[in-house]
């Protein structure tokens, strides 16, 4: 685990046996205090639940749900004063070994800082920043996916596991600059158009409202918003829509039809065509799919424990 030269804890360690694949996950449910360590690999964290004291070299952070933090290589760091119920993920990798093309990626202004987890900022130690929560209940479930296909390890994992990786790489490159560009490079009308689709995807949202709003031309809010997000405001809204409608699928006993109804599609097919279009799956089958382990997951939460449906390896970092 530790090299014990150089005190430095090591991605071998946390692999499955016989796999050079350079990532690994673990589920700390809870996650409880630590001693100051550094890894050889980069960690990428997402905080679920509760609160805990993170001590990034110099810099004390208290954490909360929501929370993004990528510590690279070489960075000591601790949990101290976690609450009962501090939970989170850790997703480890080495980003040099990783097998992938970078293709357009690397138009995302925050795509090697999320990467490698340096900030634009050089006298930063570490990025960190806050995701709002109907964003992070997206990140949230795909991530939980990340931790079955590491737990289970079926034929296809790496493949599969990959693929979930880069998803969440992407979107947290977005989210990570639509943040900096909206406090640094005064994205302020795009903030607010953001803002408001978040609140009102329910309801009916056009172009030209959208415009007003933003006090500028089609044309300007189409640059900007897609500058800001990588897609445009329609996509963004029907992504939104999608995903409270795949979190309403999971979590309540609604039908399609009230769910689509509830999430702003006023044409059930629509909404059931562009579901599986987006997320791969229909309605039912996504349903039948992710209900059980969203439901083992909500129990974790409330309950303090996790029961075995998850197949989740709860090993904490030491």
Known sequence: MFDSHSNIMELSFFLHDNNNFPISVYYALPQNETLFHQHDFVELILILSGTGVH????????????????????????????SDDFSLINILFNPEKLPISELDAVQIPSFKPMLFGRPADKKASHLAFHVAEDEFQFLEILTLSLVREHDEYLPGTSFISLGIFMTLIGKLSRLYSLEQHSSTFNYDPISKIIAYINKNYHNNISIASLCKLGSMSKSSLMRNFKNATGISPLQYLLRLRLNEAALLLCSTEKSLCEIAATVGFSDINYCGRQFKRILGLSPVLYRKKYRGQYAAYSHANNSGSVGNSLGINRQPLA
Request: proline share 4%; with cysteine; glycine share 10%.
């Open 55 to 82: 001590c990034i070299g110099k810099n004390n952070v208290t954490h909360q749900r929501g929370d993004i933090c990528v510590i690279p290589r070489g960075i000591r760091h601790r949990y101290q004063q976690v």
